[in-house]
């Protein structure tokens, strides 16, 4: 038996303390060898991440990182959760969403893991007439709904109501919330709804169904149309604010009026910002609860969803993958209730396979991963805890931004908001053009002979609000005219590969080059030579020694056999005969459009 000191066993104790600075020494040493000189006190800049908002995630975090106190779960600022037991009892509420009158999928998605619903309803998703035959079936005492009707708030929550009363329900045993938004609603739509009987719902709320909540501050519309994560909270604040004016006008304490609300959130593939995203929301209304006199009512009630502009429509198979990493950030962050959307909702209707594994997705976190059983897992992590104070400072900015525009409802008007996401978008469309944010199955590894996903299309969203956009769409629309010239002629469009040298000196590029040409769909050809391959745009594919060697003389034997085009992957050089360089952060999309408008593809 080993008997351990009366200290404890330390296995480092016979080895010194390594110093921060000398940390910053090895990496500029690192740094040198790859062909970057820096200071040692540069070395850690060198080595940081731009993010949006203009954060930046570095290498390295230590206790010098410090950040503000962030509480205990169930105390102001509520940083760490909103309910003291956080959701460790048993896990959060599981939100399936449904846009058309099923009851069968309903049931389904309750005898199978989901323990709430969120029911679109109007125009784009269930009648209001047909909202009781979708809940056939339920037990509404049990499972709490959650509506999302746009400007016929009034008349699908009165029916909601009225099938809470002929079911026998007590008031009280209510669940759920209406789902009033009259700002989101514009957001999406441009069009405006009278306010008035929002304000008697929540009154009627506060009054009568202490379970149900009247409105949703939903953040969604900011995320769509393009905007940081600090723009969606910005946004998410002056709302809420906006709504609290109303209510409190209305005769709502304040802390009747912040019982009121619940917020929505995107939770994205990016796992460390929308963890953050979630603490620093939860921060931001607590300070705002705190200025309106009610501090300890300012716990924000959650509802992240799972990002729609990530989700791709080619290799949708893929989107498992980053809902899974979403739903587990949103999890961390401590979200109350998390949907995760089907793999295949950017093609069309999801089917029975796809909203299984949407639900099970939590529950496999849940149950398996046990990701739950403690609170807020991710504080005290140096990263995390600044990463969070530096977003709640960034969202605080624009948040009095669009305060001293007059509020949200002006800033929508006024075209603040939609100017303000615009320019977030048009920067971060630069970097999915240039592959510097890499889109897996899309821009990045795609699969050209994929078998296309066929679901049945969903209706049009409405037009006339902010813009909806996607990560895919660039790219998306290149495959398109692939496809297009596909069905007419029986062949894609097609580029010949060159390997100059041994395999060691070109299968980095070549694997490269062909990446690149078939996320524009452009077939990549290796097999043969090039007379052999009936194609006239060619790309040289090796190292750089051997272009110094070869470039030049095989630009010129190409060119007389017939190329048209001649492309070289690798940086930009002094070869004479190339006419284009392909290399990591080119504009893929600018020169793969460039080459299919050469082809012919239409």
């Not at 959130?265 to 910002?273: V, W």
């Amino acid at each position: 038996m080993t008997v351990l000191p009366d200290d404890g066993l330390s296995l480092a104790a016979e080895f010194p303390d390594a110093t921060y600075e000398q940390w910053q020494h090895l990496v500029s040493g690192v740094l040198r060898k790859s062909g970057k000189e820096v200071s040692s006190s540069a070395a850690e800049d060198a080595l940081s991440t731009a993010l949006e908002d203009g954060l930046r995630a570095r290498p390295l975090y230590t206790a010098r990182d410090d950040a503000p106190a962030t509480g205990l779960p169930g105390f102001a600022p509520f940083v760490r959760g909103g309910r003291a037991e956080g959701n460790s009892v048993g896990g959060w509420d599981v939100r399936q969403r449904h846009t058309s009158a099923d009851p069968a999928a309903v049931l389904a998605d309750l005898e199978n893991g989901v323990t709430s619903l969120w029911l679109t309803v109007g125009p784009s998703g269930i009648p209001v007439s047909a909202l009781p035959g979708a809940l056939d079936g339920v037990y509404l005492d049990l499972a709490p709904v959650v509506l999302d009707a746009g400007a016929e708030v009034d008349a699908a929550a009165r029916e909601l109501l009225r099938l809470y009363e002929e079911s026998g329900i007590a008031p009280d045993a209510a669940r759920g919330n209406l789902g009033a938004d009259p700002l989101g609603h514009e957001a999406h739509t441009g069009q405006r709804y009278d306010g008035a009987p929002v304000t008697e719902l929540a009154a009627l709320c506060d009054g009568r169904y202490s379970g149900l909540r009247a409105l949703t501050v939903d953040a969604l519309p900011y995320h769509e149309a393009g905007g940081s994560a600090a723009q969606e909270l910005g946004c998410a604040l002056a709302t809420g604010v906006a709504y609290l004016r109303e209510l409190t006008e209305a005769g709502l304490t304040a802390q009747r009026a912040l019982a009121q609300l619940e917020f929505r959130f995107a939770a994205t593939a990016d796992q460390f910002l929308t963890v953050a995203k979630l603490r620093a929301a939860r921060r931001l209304w607590a300070r705002v609860a705190e200025v309106c006199g009610a501090s300890q009512a300012g716990a924000q009630v959650q509802h992240a969803v799972t990002s729609p502009v990530m989700m791709t429509r080619r290799d949708p198979w893929v989107n498992m993958l980053r809902t899974t990493v979403a739903t587990l950030a949103a999890g961390v962050g401590g979200a109350d209730a998390v949907t995760v959307l089907p793999f295949d909702s950017a093609i069309g209707v999801p089917d029975g396979f796809a909203r299984r594994i949407a639900r099970n997705t939590s529950t496999i976190l849940i149950e398996e991963s046990h990701l739950s059983r403690v609170i807020d897992p991710a504080g005290g992590s140096w990263y995390v805890e600044r990463l969070t104070d530096e977003l709640a400072h960034a969202a605080w900015e624009f948040f009095r931004t669009i305060e001293r525009e007059g509020g949200q409802a002006t800033a929508l008007r006024s075209g603040l908001v939609r100017e303000r996401l615009a320019e977030t978008w048009a920067a971060r469309s630069v970097r999915l053009a240039e592959r510097r944010e890499p889109v897996t199955g899309v821009s990045e590894f795609p699969h050209l002979d994929e078998k296309p996903v066929e679901r049945v299309p969903t209706e049009a969203p409405p037009s006339g609000g902010l813009p909806r956009v996607r990560r895919d769409e660039a790219f998306e629309a290149l495959r398109a005219r692939s496809d297009r010239h596909l069905a007419a002629t029986g062949r894609r469009p097609r580029v010949y590969l060159a390997a100059l040298g041994p395999a060691t000196a070109h299968t980095a590029r070549l694997t490269f080059a062909a990446n690149l040409f078939q996320a524009g769909g452009i077939e990549a050809v290796t097999e043969g030579t090039f007379e052999e391959s009936g194609v006239q745009e060619v790309c040289l594919c090796s190292s750089d020694t051997v272009y110094e060697e070869q470039a030049e003389a095989t630009a010129g034997t190409l060119r007389a056999a017939g190329a048209r085009h001649v492309f070289l992957a690798g940086r930009p050089g002094p070869y004479a005969g190339v006419d284009t360089y392909v290399f990591a952060g080119c504009d893929a999309v600018a020169l793969l459009s460039a080459t299919l408008d050469r082809m012919g593809v239409s």
